[in-house]
């Protein structure tokens, strides 16, 4: 694994937000796909896995430059990590739209899908795991933080919502759906 360069407060500031924004776009992934409205999913998941992506890259100190960097940059860390859904997932992203629609119009059956949204998901997962303070997420999926007291907030600033200027930069990303391509 590469050395991780010390990060600026601002860096990590923004690493925080990337992985909260991240986490925040898979978890209303998950809320479209029960309620079926496949595309919706698709955009929030390309959200999810770009800011994944741009994320273990500003750990590491290199900054991606629009969406073909960053889609080339997940296919490098899946090899190095010899991690098929990291190096597969933009790829399969880019072909869920057609199949959600084959699907609506029952052409073929969901699985397709589901395990398309099950490859992107363990790939988001598997990248905030390679980030710094990866092991934090782990950590409070298990329940560790779940005796903190309203007081003690060390390591969760991410769970609160996204603020003003948070969103001006998400929508001015370039990347996916969200920006221009």
Known sequence: MPDRPTLT?????????????SLRLLQDA???????RWLRCEELLWGSLTLAV???ALGRG?????????????VELGNENRDRRIR?????????????E??????????????????????????WDLAPGG??????????????????TRGVEFLAGPTEDELDELEDMDGGPFGSN
């Open 88 to 100: 597969e997932a933009f790829t399969k992203l880019a072909t869920f739209g057609e199949t959600a």
């Open 135 to 152: 092991d934090f997420l782990s950590r409070l999926v298990a329940g560790e933080f779940d005796e903190l007291d309203d007081t003690d």
């Open 62 to 74: 290199r900054e991606l430059d629009g969406t073909k960097d960053v889609e080339a940059y997940a």
């Open 54 to 56: 741009k994320g273990v």
């Open 30 to 36: 998950m809320d479209e796909i029960r309620a079926g």
């Open 9 to 21: 407060k601002k860096d990590e500031d923004r690493l925080v937000r990337y992985r909260g924004q």
């Open 102 to 127: 084959q699907v609506r119009e029952s052409r073929i059956r969901a699985d397709h899908l589901v395990a398309t949204l099950e490859d992107v998901t363990g790939a988001v997962e598997k990248l």
